[in-house]
C-alpha cells in the first residue's frame, strides 16, 4: 500500500514539476542572458583591476590589442550591444581612448556595465525574433545579438586571462575563492 502512494506522488510530481519549473521562469533565455551579462561584468571588471596601471599599453605582440584597447573597445561595446538588445539608447559619453590611463578605463568600464544591467531589464524572451538594426546597415535578430554579445564578452574575458598568465597573474576565475 506505501509503495503505491508513493508511487502516484512521485508520478504526480514528475508531471506537475515541468508545469511548475515553466511557471515560475517565464523568460528563461532573457534571464539566462542577464545573468550571464552580470557574471561577465564582475570577471572582466576584475580582470582589469587586477592590472597594475602601468601594464594598461600592455599586449603580446605588435598585432594584438591592449589591455587598455580592450577596455575601451569593451565601454564602447558594451553600449552598442546591450542598447540594441534593450531597446534603450546608450548614454551620451565622451569617447575614452586605451592610453587615458586605468583609472579613467576601468571607471568608464563600470558605467557601461550598470547601463548593461539598466538596458536588459526589462528584456524578455517574446521578441527574441525581432530583427535588429546592426553594424553595416544589417539587421539580426534580437537572439542573434544577444549570442553575439556573449562570445564577445567571453573572447576578451580570454584576452585578459591570457594576458594576465603572462604576466605571472591569475585570472580572477581561477583564483581560489576567499573562505
Known sequence: MQARIYSAALAAALVLLPRVTTAQQSNPVADAFRDYARESAKNLMAAAEEF??????YKPTASQMSVGDIAAHL???NDYLCGTIGAMKAP?????AATDGKDALVARLRETFAFCDQALASLNDSNLGEALPFFGGRKMSRAA?????TGDWADHYSQYANYLRLNQMLPPT????AM
Request: charged share 25%; net charge positive; hydrophobic share 35%.
Open 92 to 96: 551620451t559619453r565622451t569617447k575614452v
Open 174 to 177: 581561477a583564483k581560489k575563492p
Open 145 to 149: 545579438v544577444m549570442t553575439l554579445t
Open 75 to 77: 565601454a564602447q561595446g
Open 52 to 57: 597594475p596601471a602601468d601594464k594598461f599599453s
